[in-house]
């Protein structure tokens, strides 16, 4: 493929040497970092770009500044057959996330389901990477995360829940799946972000301005004060319903976990506290229910896919359908696709952390 003036390509193998080099150099523990760099890559590869390069700066001044754990390991505070509660004792988020669910996996092998909460955690990449951790081994995972606040509950111009995204995995027949990975607000911030950097304007629904008003400007979200919109946008268009999911993630995580919660989060991007987010990890064995999950799944994925479409050349889609699309586009085009601002603030890192930037396809 042909790249435009805007964007260059990066063979896959570079995202990830690049990322692990900047953590290393940072001062994470080698396993650590290439944990993280494994699920940010992962993020850019399945199109979710908010979370994949779009995030290290975050994670590289966590680890400069000490507010994050460089070594260690979770430990289990209290366990029984099918649960577990963890400490995530600080370390990076990606650390926290697969301990906890792997001992989710093991559990639901023993006992048909695994739920595991854990509190101490930090920003842990994009849900879908635990979920899919559980699909790997057949099974079907949920993984959900409170984060810093920045989202508004309907009718409040207080930001006081995360993005709180939530991901559901499930094993259909022949290697196909259902993944569903969101946020509960609209979009995620890194996507205004993205929309900054683009300098476009942001469709009404993913944020509003400090005066509790919708708005188009993603720098009224990100510069002047303004916040997140719960999944739905503004009250009219059912944006309770996302405010409630949201809550529904920060009781399954910080509440249960123990871990801080809605606005005693720390601020976003401040690493002048500890964040000690609480996360949840199931993993649930469909074989301990009605025999043929996967046949069944994979006939209900097949009846939605071949719905008559409202637009002839936008096929009906279930959840995991445009990561699948984005993964295979990207082994075509024999690398990933970044817009050029985000690789020339890639470059400004390489050059701070002394790591060689990134070698273009
Ligand atoms: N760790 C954190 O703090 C944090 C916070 C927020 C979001 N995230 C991550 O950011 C990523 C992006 O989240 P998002 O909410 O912007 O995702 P999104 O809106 O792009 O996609 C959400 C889900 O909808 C599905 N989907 C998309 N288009 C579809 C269609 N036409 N038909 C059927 N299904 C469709 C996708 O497969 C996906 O499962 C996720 O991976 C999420 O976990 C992480």
């Known amino acids: 493929m042909s790249t435009d003036s805007l964007h260059v390509q990066i063979p896959k193998a570079e995202v990830l040497k690049f990322c692990e080099a ?10 650590h970092g290439r944990q993280l760099s494994e699920v940010l890559f992962a993020a850019d590869y399945r199109g979710h770009f908010s979370h994949g390069l779009n995030r290290l700066p975050m994670y590289v001044r966590d680890i400069q500044a000490k507010i994050t754990e460089k070594d260690g390991e979770p430990q289990i505070l209290k366990e029984s057959a099918g649960t577990a509660w963890v400490d995530g004792k600080n370390l990076l988020g990606p650390v926290v996330g697969n301990f906890c669910m792997d001992l989710a996996i093991k559990k639901a092998k023993d006992a048909g389901i695994g739920w595991v909460v854990a509190k101490g955690s930090n920003h842990y990449g994009i849900a879908g990477w635990y979920s899919l951790r559980a699909l790997d081994q057949g099974l079907m995972g949920i993984s ?5 606040p920045l989202s508004a509950p309907t009718r409040s111009k207080e930001a006081v829940l995360g993005t709180n995204p939530m991901s559901f995995s499930a094993p259909g027949k022949d290697g196909d799946s259902f993944v569903l990975d969101m946020a509960t607000t609209t979009v995620a911030l890194g996507k205004i972000e993205m929309q900054k950097r683009k300098n476009e304007k942001m469709p009404l629904g993913w944020g509003q301005g400090a005066d509790g008003v919708s708005s188009e400007d993603p720098r009224d979200v990100t510069d002047r004060g303004g916040c997140l919109q719960p999944l739905g946008g503004p009250e009219i268009t059912g944006g309770y319903k996302g405010y409630g999911l949201s809550a529904l993630v920060e009781i399954f ?11 005693n989060v720390r601020k976003w991007m401040s690493t002048q506290q500890e964040a000690d987010l609480g996360q949840m990890f199931a993993a649930i064995n469909p074989a301990c229910f009605c025999d043929g999950f996967e046949d069944r799944l994979s006939d209900f994925m097949g009846m939605l896919r071949g719905l008559d479409p409202a637009e002839a050349d936008k096929p009906v889609l279930v959840a995991g359908d445009p990561e699948r699309q984005h993964m295979a586009k990207v082994d075509k085009d024999g690398g990933i696709t970044y817009h050029k601002n985000l690789i020339t603030s890639m470059n400004e890192l390489a050059a701070e952390l002394k790591v060689t930037p990134m070698k273009l396809l």
């Not at 959900?144 to 810093?148: A, H, K």
């Not at 995580?253 to 606005?263: D, E, K, V």
């Open 144 to 148: 959900m995360t409170n984060t810093s």
């Open 22 to 31: 900047c953590m290393q150099s940072a001062g994470a523990n080698k396993d």
């Open 253 to 263: 995580c910080g509440i249960l976990g123990g871990a801080h919660y809605g606005p």
